[in-house]
T-cell receptor, first 112, second 114 residues
Framework: GQQLNQSPQSMFIQEGEDVSMNCTSS?????WLWYKQDPGEGPVLLIA?????ELTSNGRLTAQFGITRKDSFLNISASIPSDVGIYFC????????????FGQGTRLTINP | DTAVSQTPKYLVTQMGNDKSIKCEQN?????MYWYKQDSKKFLKIMFS???????INETVPNRFSPKSPDKAHLNLHINSLELGDSAVYFC?????????????FGDGTRLSIL
């Protein structure tokens, strides 16, 4: 069954605004990954997190691995039109770490 | 050069037919995966191979049969296609199965069953 809850499901923002999305679970994860999917393409890795409390940036993107190991967030600062797409969190469970579990995705739409 | 490449990109076929999707990665990775993405964009793992051996086999109908002729290739054969098989199928690969081995995805095969 579904083990990751990602929110919000969709966001409509103005260009230049900051964006925040998160994933939560009742299970403990030992890895959190954030991917972006553009139309007609596969998910592309944005940020990988491997330790509880880890805060990592990739340009205007910042993600954190929650202290409880049950959540993660992704922030995008000063959004631009090319940020449009679907963002997925994914995690490896502490038990069954070979398998990557995905959130439902956050669809980001930007008004210029 | 595309790191993880899938063929075909689009596949339209009749219910009941048998079809195959091919995947190749040129990253030198040991582990490959097949995912299914439904109409709501939910991504779910189907199979994983490590060094040509099956290591993950989720609850998938046995009409789906993966085959890995070598570490760089993982193909997916589907028998007796059904309407519910319509989806986007993604191949992915990673260096290994460890927690610090992120997965890299292909661009997907869009399967439509008529």
């Amino acid at each position: 069954g579904q083990q990751l809850n990602q929110s919000p499901q969709s966001m409509f923002i103005q260009e230049g605004e900051d964006v925040s999305m998160n994933c939560t679970s009742s299970s403990i994860f030992n890895t959190w990954l954030w991917y972006k999917q553009d139309p007609g393409e596969g998910p592309v890795l944005l940020i990988a997190l491997y330790k509880a409390g880890e805060l990592t940036s990739n340009g205007r993107l910042t993600a954190q691995f929650g202290i409880t190991r049950k959540d993660s967030f992704l922030n995008i600062s000063a959004s631009i039109p090319s940020d449009v797409g679907i963002y997925f969190c994914a995690g490896r469970l502490l038990q069954g770490a070979q398998k990557l579990v995905f959130g439902q995705g956050t669809r980001l739409t930007i008004n210029p | 050069d595309t790191a993880v490449s899938q063929t075909p990109k689009y596949l339209v076929t009749q219910m009941g037919n048998d079809k195959s999707i091919k995947c190749e990665q040129n990253l030198g990775h040991d582990t490959m995966y097949w995912y299914k993405q439904d109409s709501k964009k939910f991504l779910k793992i189907m199979f994983s191979y490590n060094n040509k051996e099956l290591i993950i086999n989720e609850t998938v109908p046995n009409r789906f049969s993966p085959k890995s002729p070598d570490k760089a290739h993982l193909n997916l054969h589907i028998n007796s296609l059904e309407l519910g098989d319509s989806a986007v199928y993604f191949c992915a690969s990673s260096q290994g199965t460890g927690a610090r081995q992120p997965q890299h995805f292909g661009d997907g095969t869009r399967l439509s069953i008529l």
